[in-house]
């Protein structure tokens, strides 16, 4: 197989959870750029139309759909769609994520401390477990699961946030244990800062202090997580399961 038939993905079709903004959009595309046919959810279900239409564009075929990946019933909902649409699922991205309550773990309510678990973590796991079975059926398949540094390191005011990513990363390492024998990669990108519309406060702090508190000086694009999700998506990492790629410009080497 030649270098660039590993990394072709035309005939493949991906799911991407909060693939209309920000870096799912990015992954989405990206994935797109190669092949992939595209299945963008989110609860905005407007936002995800625009998002399949642009994406469209490239060549590949597309599919919106409404979900609360929160909700176990709407997440199934997808995977029904997409079966019904393309006959395959070759490709997860967990991508969709919120930045939780922001406050001291004292101040943090009940509700906010669920609805944080809520998305970022069981949202993962209502979407593995649903698209695992299809996977196991066709005996191949690719899950990337997004969180952050977070996963690896706590930050003040984020214990609802920290909780969550920190359980996406040994729910990835689980699950690729599980999944290994059935041919299926279960992988995890970690970013740290990048140019997106969550937490605007915080991303225009860390642009203005880009250069001391990131090594290479600035802040993460779409482009700059394309090239890493097609190789966790294509067969090139066939051989790679289980693990978490930190993508934060070398913030984590300090």
Request: with cysteine; proline share 1%.
């Amino acid at each position: 197989m030649s270098i660039y038939s590993m990394f072709d993905l035309h005939g493949k079709t991906a799911i991407v959870t909060g693939g209309w903004s920000g870096i799912g959009h990015g992954i989405a595309e990206g994935l797109a750029e190669v092949g992939a046919n595209i299945v963008i959810c989110a609860r905005n279900f407007e936002k995800c139309r625009e998002a399949a239409a642009e994406i469209a564009k490239l060549g590949v075929e597309t599919l919106a759909v409404k979900c609360d990946v929160a909700n176990s019933a709407e997440v199934e909902e997808v995977v029904r769609q997409t079966m019904e649409k393309f006959g395959r699922i070759d490709i997860l991205v967990n991508n969709a994520g919120i930045t939780g309550a922001a406050k001291w773990m004292v101040d943090i309510t009940d509700e906010e401390w669920h609805h944080t678990i809520a998305v970022n973590l069981d949202g993962m796991f209502f979407f593995c477990r649903a698209v695992a079975k299809v996977m196991m059926k066709q005996k191949s398949g690719k899950i990337i699961n997004v969180t952050s540094g977070a996963s690896f390191k706590g930050m003040k005011a984020a214990s609802d946030y920290n909780a969550s990513k920190a359980g996406g990363l040994l729910l990835t390492k689980t699950i690729a244990m599980e999944l290994a024998k059935y041919n299926i990669n279960v992988n995890l990108i970690a970013p740290g800062f990048f140019a997106t519309n969550l937490n605007k406060e915080l991303l225009d702090m860390v642009a203005q202090n880009a250069s001391k508190m990131i090594p290479v000086g600035r802040m993460g694009t779409q482009n700059d997580v394309k090239g890493l999700a097609i190789y966790l998506a294509s067969s090139a990492s066939d051989f790679m399961t289980g693990e978490a790629i930190i993508l934060d410009g070398g913030t984590m080497c300090k």
